[in-house]
């Protein structure tokens, strides 16, 4: 039974690898966005009237020719979007880091008049380095981009960073008129994902600094004018966590935005991580954070011309007194995914852009078909799978597979992962032996076998419980007949702390082949997600 009371809401809002939040109002609605980096459809965008709960609408980078993820490394691709309303249209800007080649990073704008879509083809902005770009909206109808640099002046170490404003022209999405420096923040590493809000007459420039891990903090800055001075804020960082230790249950707080409801109410949507799972020994706290950087919300107070987050406690809480507006629940998203509609759930994604036409719900109706693509995390491609995030500490997926290998190389099955060096993966395939089913564990290098079980029939059901960092793979050769294969799985190489990178734990449905023609086909017929 819940102790938590009704008028509570818990954090994070929208669990799992959903980082770098950015959030609008327009009217009684809000709407969020999110960084996606090497998935697709990328920056998927939520809708809530209450700030607690949240329904997907879809992504608004959904088309190909909107979004090229070809060869993007992993942890690249899209960065810190922000989305802004400004006379009844939307803008949704962000960054497509592309370090293939040392291409580097390209900023771009995408409009639309409905945050469900369809959104614009990119317009690139050549002439905006840096990353986490934002746009403001002045009284005056004047709109300005905000963005932040490399340091330019002298006395910053390689790691600092600047904030910088240009005028952007609505009419062409165009960079106009004088470049101008901001801030350099507080002194800490990185300062980013500036925001900049107008308030009794005043401008706030909201940034992040000290890294997206342990010593993220967020600090703040006002101005009589929107291109400056900036003065700092004599009591930041106006929140961090990093002073409350590694294994506190909320941590890597920052990349926030603020919003006023239409109460007058500010709140603060921020990114943060569950740490969870022991470390090598008992005096180690829990560094590992599977989920990766969800998204968090906070309250705000004004005082005396400067933002209080949280008050009272100045940390965020894992339950807090809800916003002073009607509840407005959403149908919960089902459970179990029967493959049954004509179009992909919104949660399921590609990794990078797909070009070939690897799936299908339409072939066989009410299963999910696969064809055979290249090797599984071959050289940055875009292998036949879809994933989804994990999303809870303890967890089942189960989904039951009908493929019938044909020759080596063929294999499909369910995988966790971070990125292709950091991955679990149990699977169907054609070996010396014959069909047989396998448990691989890849921790920085090539996949290592650890189980292996020969399996008669051509449909087997296959199961994933995690309770914390122990992850078990489970194979059902009749209808429920549920049978561990191989030994617990230690969960841990799932977590950027082990395996780098920016993303969370993906759980993926895949097809492979070695590269060759196949006339084998694997069908899912559903896939069944409950967390705890």
Known sequence: MSTVPSSNFINPIIPGFYPDPSICRVGDDYYLVTS??????GVPIFHSRDLVHWRQLGHVLDRP??????????????????IRHHQGRFYLITTLVNRRGGEGLHNFVVTSDNPAGPWSDPVWLPDAPGIDPSLFFDDDGRAYYIGNRRAT??????????????????????LIGERYHLWDGTGGAHAEGPHIYKRDGRYYLLISEGGTHYHHCLTIARADHVSGPYEGNEANPIL?????????PISNVGHGDLVETQQGE??????????????PDARTPPLCRNLGREVILAPVRWEEG??????????????????????????????????????????????RTPRASF????????????????????????PSMLCRRQQHIRFAARTDL???????????????FQNAGYHLRLEVGWYETGPALRVFQAQGGPATLLAERQVGGARLGLKVEAHGQEYQFFVAERPGRWEPIGAPLDGRVLSTDRAGGFIGAMIGLYASGDGGPSEAVADFDYFEYQGW
């Open 36 to 41: 996606s980096f090497e998935f697709f459809p």
């Open 65 to 82: 020719e909107q979004l090229d993820l070809d060869g993007i490394n992993a942890s690249d691709g899209i960065w810190a979007p922000t």
């Open 153 to 174: 002046r002298p006395g910053l170490g390689a790691a600092q960073r600047e904030i910088w404003l240009q005028e952007l022209d609505l009419a062409s999405l165009r």
């Open 240 to 248: 961090t966590h990093r002073h409350l230790g590694r294994d506190y």
């Open 266 to 279: 500010w709140w603060l949507v921020a990114l943060a991580s569950r740490p969870y799972g022991s470390g």
């Open 306 to 351: 400067w933002p209080i987050v949280s008050p009272g406690t100045g940390r965020v809480e894992q339950s807090s007194p809800a916003p002073n507006l009607p509840a407005q629940r959403w149908p919960m998203p089902a459970a179990c995914d029967q493959f049954d509609d004509e179009a992909l759930d919104p949660r399921w994604v590609f990794l």
């Open 359 to 382: 799936w299908s719900l339409g072939e066989r109706p009410g299963f999910l078909r696969l064809r055979p693509g290249p090797p599984l995390f071959a050289a940055n491609n875009c």
């Open 402 to 416: 009908e493929f019938a290998p044909r020759r080596p190389g063929e294999t499909a099955g369910m995988v966790l």
